[in-house]
């Protein structure tokens, strides 16, 4: 007996070798997929981290230049933590000059790797005092200037880093890829 293909019916279809092959060949593709997937999204949450720092800097800055002086906005940054602030600092109050705003956490576990920026005087010092003093702190002032220094932001899935830079003088926050 053959089939309107003009072969044999006992060679229709596909034998169990063949489909457990082709089964086999798809979860390796799939396997492979899922890791390259993966890579992608610890990467896009290390860039998505820095571009929100950058966004959040010129946030402060614009904060600080709208309230004018004496208030400064800054945020604030600690090695080794996932956990990044916004902060205030306030010299006519008569307590609680620096204040912790809003409080953020990267995604993917992304987290402070370096920090440094420069002394801002008086809002550096009560800040941090108030906060923690290991905190770096990236303060924005009303008349256009900053704490120059850098953050480095690290996702440790893909061992790959991020920089952010502060420009003293012009206020300037922008990132820097490794």
Known sequence: MTSKFGLPAEDQGFTL??????????GILMTLAAGALRIYWFRQGLERSS?????????????????????????RFQVGSTTWSIVQFDPRKASNKCIEVERHTFPTKVSVSAASFADGGEATTTCRSALGSSSQLAFFFSRGTATAGSVTLRSPYVDSTKTVDVFGVTGRAEERGE
């Open 51 to 75: 571009e929100v720092v950058v966004t959040e800097m010129r946030g402060a800055q614009q904060r600080a230049f709208a309230e004018s002086h004496p208030v400064v906005y800054g945020l």
């Open 17 to 26: 070798i063949e489909l457990l092959a082709g089964v086999a060949l798809i």
